[in-house]
């Protein structure tokens, strides 16, 4: 321990870490349990998983390469950094795929044991970039991480194939002597995970230790680093992904409004984790089903919300796109659900594992006839739990189905999450119907929200289904006027959302030559170009819409009040259209699609393009 009370250490106030390495190297596990020891020291955080598609795909060549990535910080941070300043690469592969994304002069830490001639060919590479000079500008730690892993296990009694596998974990517990984090946090949580398994418990947890420890006694780093913690609002707080913020909104939900939650879903990528945890809150009566396809995941969330559960399926787009027709009963129903859209890349079965904006339009418009739904967008990972329960207030309040749409960044990203206590959060209970006396199914509130009266509740009898309600009694209508007058309700009901939600609140000036408007989780990455723009003396404003069917009520008021709108979105301009025919404004669109976030330097120069000299 001698050398390592000698060996210098930096102070940083952000740093950026790559881990890379093949499909089953285990880089999202490694990057994981980094993430969640640096949100326990009080760092700021927020992460990138980028893994492939294919379940088995080759290894050691560039379609097998999964890399995570994450951002950390003693200051407030909303993105997972532009390019990472550390990247450590388990093979040829991984060099090859992230190299041209990090930082000139970044620290790269290899395994050297993964650079044969059979890797070099596998990842389609003429030379060794390790002795080619492709690599001249940058830090090379060159470590024989495999051989290592072998070394310190030797005793160890598992399979060499698992000794093989618990090199991750050497590789993490360099990081943790690098950046000054403890090994404690992953030691306890190695000891619950493999409880039954001890052995292999204890061979990981000597490999971290082995990692750590040659960190510390070897020559080749002279330096380690540290981060201080940031200074967060107090609270509790915890690391979070947005597709487990959005579970726990939904059982939060649940008991704030005094309706059993209800799931019914069928899996798709990378919506299929808010199943996987929402299984874990059978103690607070929640009920999940997991249907044969996605037409039954939403037929049997309608099922359950004309019983009186809080109803959600959930979805990615292709599973939207089989969704329309029963969605569309929903509308005519009247029947409060939600349904969660994961965005990924498209079309058809497209990106599974990428991130995208590109159903907006879907969710607006994707459905046959006039059937207008409410459109909520969550912005971050730990925003998706207050939409999750926002988008329930709304179904429940208006009678109408939600579309709530986040995306695979936000939803497989995690940020420290100031956890709320319970009399922080609203109580929004929607009372089912139980009078007999006057009812009718289709009766008005001053929402136009017709009573949710459930089936077996005496005197309550009616009938619901997908032909056309008659107005009051709720009969099926073929009347023309009966047909016009339901329609412009059902829409009506619809614009009566934007008097029950917030305006939108302008960041920076009120009124100038350049606001920026985004949605979804763009969010992080525009409000830091907006940041960094405005310290270089440019003046821009930003505003972000959650609200999107409705807009909020001032929204049409703030963008008259720019001389130039800038709409940047992960799409072809899907926002950027509804705004032009809705408010009648000229916008500036600025659309990338690489199944990546945007990157703040691609967004901060846009905005320098269009105020050009402006910033004197």
Not at 480 to 494: F, G, S, T
Not at 552 to 575: A, M, R, T, Y
């Amino acid at each position: 321990m001698e050398n390592e009370k000698t060996t210098p250490v930096e102070s940083l106030d952000t740093v950026t870490v790559m881990f890379a390495g093949d499909s089953g190297d285990g880089m999202q596990l490694t990057g994981t349990q980094f993430s969640n020891t640096t949100a326990s020291l009080g760092n700021d955080l927020n992460t990138l998983p980028d893994y492939p598609a294919e379940i088995r795909a080759p290894i050691g060549t560039i379609y097998g390469v999964s890399g995570f990535q994450l951002k950390f910080s003693s200051t407030d941070i909303h993105t997972p950094g532009d390019s990472p300043d550390v990247l450590v690469a388990m093979n040829p592969a991984a060099l090859k795929k992230y190299l041209p994304t990090i930082k000139k002069g970044a620290a790269i830490v290899v395994n050297t044991d993964s650079f044969k001639a059979k890797d070099l060919k596998l990842a389609v590479l003429d030379s060794n970039p390790l002795e080619d000079g492709s690599l001249n500008g940058y830090k090379v730690y060159e470590v024989p991480i495999t051989t290592l892993t072998k070394e310190a296990l030797k005793d160890c009694e598992i399979s060499a194939k698992d000794v093989v596998r618990s090199k991750n974990f050497f590789a993490l517990g360099m990081m943790y002597w690098m950046f000054s984090r403890p090994m404690e946090p992953t030691i306890k949580w190695l000891d619950q995970k493999f409880k039954n398994k001890p052995e292999i418990a204890k061979a990981n947890k000597k490999a971290l230790k082995a990692g750590y420890y040659y960190g510390d006694t070897t020559e080749i780093f002279t330096t380690r680093y540290e981060v201080q913690p940031a200074k967060l609002p107090a609270g509790t707080y915890r690391s979070i992904s947005g597709n487990e913020a959005t579970a726990i909104g939904f059982v939060a939900a649940s008991v704030q409004s005094g309706h059993q939650l209800y799931l019914g879903s069928y899996p798709i990528t990378p919506a299929s984790d808010i199943l996987h945890y929402l299984t874990k809150y059978k103690n607070f009566g929640v009920k999940t089903f997991q249907a044969e396809d996605e037409i039954a995941g939403i037929a049997s969330a309608i099922g359950a919300a004309f019983g009186g559960s809080l109803a959600i399926t959930t979805t990615s787009g292709p599973g939207l796109a089989l969704k329309t027709e029963a969605a569309g009963l929903a509308v005519m129903t009247e029947l409060p659900i939600v349904i969660v859209n994961v965005q990924r890349g498209g079309p058809s079965t497209g990106l599974p594992t990428k991130t995208e904006q590109a159903d907006l339009l879907q969710a607006m418009y994707g459905r046959n006839g006039e059937s207008p739904v409410a459109v909520l967008a969550a912005s971050t990972p730990s925003d998706c739990f207050y939409m999750a329960m926002e988008a329930s207030r709304i179904a429940m309040k208006f009678m109408v189905p939600v579309i709530l749409l986040t995306d695979g960044y936000i939803a497989n990203g995690t940020e420290p999450w100031r956890v709320p206590h319970e009399s922080e959060l609203p109580k929004f209970n929607h009372e089912l119907e139980t009078n007999p006396e006057g009812f009718q199914p289709y009766s008005r509130d001053e929402n136009l929200s017709r009573p949710w009266a459930t089936p077996g509740t005496p005197g309550l009898e009616h009938r619901i289904g997908g032909l056309e309600k008659a107005n009051i009694t709720g009969n099926v209508s073929y009347e023309p006027e009966n047909h016009d007058l339901m329609c412009k309700i059902r829409q009506e009901k619809i614009e009566k959302i934007a008097l029950d939600i917030s305006d939108v609140v302008v960041d920076g000036e009120e009124e100038g030559e350049l606001l920026v408007v985004g949605w979804g989780g763009t969010s992080g990455t525009l409000t830091e170009a907006v940041t960094r723009a405005r310290q270089d003396g440019f003046k821009v404003s930003r505003i972000h819409l959650k609200y999107i069917n409705p807009f909020p009520k001032n929204l049409g008021d703030v963008l008259s009040k720019f001389d130039k709108i800038l709409v940047p979105e992960i799409n072809l301009g899907q926002l950027s259209k509804i705004l032009r025919s809705t408010y009648i404004v000229d916008t500036i669109q600025f659309n990338k699609m690489r199944g990546l976030p945007f990157k703040i330097n691609d967004v901060k120069e846009k905005i320098e393009e269009i105020l050009g000299g402006s910033n004197d």
